[in-house]
């Protein structure tokens, strides 16, 4: 099983950046999807998760309204738009999928299954 995220990188507050994870080795259908950030000296924390079929999104708090989380289950991919960006959201950001078809998504680390390596994103102030 692999989750490879991709799309971090450096940014100016106020910017965007798209976030993907590109997801083989198991039927990606099955898996509700989520995305988690951690920054340094900070647990890892919930950032957004999306249900096997896409029909019901959960986010954090600190990031409703700023942050898009979608899938695409024909091309095994899962998405997180981020958009104006502030200084706290810098951190790695990692992937992880969670077996299952529940019409709710996880929020607790380990709820999930599988995770990504992780993709940094720095935002400047």
């Known amino acids: 099983v692999q989750l490879q995220a991709s799309g971090g990188g450096l940014v100016q507050a106020g910017g965007s950046l798209r976030l993907a994870c590109a997801v083989s080795g198991l039927t990606f259908g099955s898996y509700a999807m989520g995305w988690f950030r951690q920054s340094p000296g900070k647990e890892r924390e919930f950032v957004a998760a999306?249900?096997?079929?896409?029909?019901?999104?959960n986010y954090a708090d600190s990031v409703k309204g700023r942050f898009t989380i979608s899938r695409d289950n024909a091309k095994n991919t899962v998405t997180l738009q981020m958009n104006v960006l502030k200084p706290e959201d810098t951190a790695v950001y990692y992937c992880?999928?969670?077996?299952?078809?529940?019409?709710?998504?996880?929020?607790?680390?380990?709820?999930?299954?599988?995770w990504g390596q992780g993709t940094q994103v720095t935002v400047s102030s």
């Open positions: 992880a999928a969670e077996y299952g078809r529940s019409p709710v998504v996880s929020t607790g680390l380990r709820d999930y299954d599988y």
């Open positions: 999306i249900t096997w079929n896409g029909g019901s999104t």
